[in-house]
């Protein structure tokens, strides 16, 4: 990162937010994954040491969003709403279109849904968080998430676990585990002492 914060490498003539800690052996394709930050927190993004963060991602913040990217992450095409807080762990692979969203932003409520709309139908102020259900997401250490997927409000994925391409991971994953499908079912076990990672240890019939 040049002295006025732009990358030398950069094909868009921006910089890297004041509020974004980046570590010196961590590679950022490309400013514009922070078009869209718009936090006001000190801290808003920190990415760690040998992350790598490359096209396509974008760090959709809100006013009070923060994430944390950590150590040895690699990230391609991913988009982050985060209005309340997002935490990827280290040694992670997050894949190409793939969503961490800890808010909706727009209302559940049919009635208030409707409401919403019609305000930005007349051009008004954007309002992140509007139905005010920010729930942090946690990604723990070396998971893989794989491409296509969505990873909603409140949900922690544990340890070592795999979701499925294209899944819609709307509850908790345990640790060493891989989820798949709309809405994300446990697939199978994954035995961390395995060479493999698999779980090797005999199923019951049926």
């Keep these: 990162m040049n002295a006025d914060r732009s990358l030398p490498w950069d094909w868009f003539p921006g910089r890297i937010p004041t509020n974004v800690t980046l570590d010196p052996d961590a590679y950022v394709e490309t400013t514009y994954s922070f078009q869209l930050c718009r936090s006001r927190r000190p801290d808003a993004v920190r990415i760690g040491r040998g992350a790598s963060i490359y096209l396509g991602v974008m760090f959709d913040l809100g006013l009070h969003g923060k994430v944390a990217v950590g150590d040895f992450t690699l990230m391609n095409g991913s988009r982050i709403i985060c209005d309340s807080e997002v935490s990827i762990g280290d040694y992670c692979l997050i894949s190409w279109n793939t969503v961490l969203m800890d808010t909706r932003r727009i209302p559940l409520d049919v009635a208030a849904r409707r409401r919403a709309l019609e305000q930005f139908s007349e051009r008004q102020p954007r309002q992140p968080d ?32 795999v979701v499925g391409a294209r899944s819609v991971v709307d509850q908790d994953v345990p640790p060493f585990t891989i989820v798949a499908g709309n809405p994300a079912r446990i697939i199978r076990k994954l035995d961390p002492d395995s060479p493999g990672g698999v779980d090797t240890s005999p199923r019951s019939p049926g």
């Design 130 to 161: 509007i139905d005010g259900s920010g729930r942090p997401i946690r990604i723990a250490d070396k998971v893989w998430i794989g491409f296509d997927s969505c990873i909603l409000p409140g949900v922690t994925v544990g340890e070592g676990s």
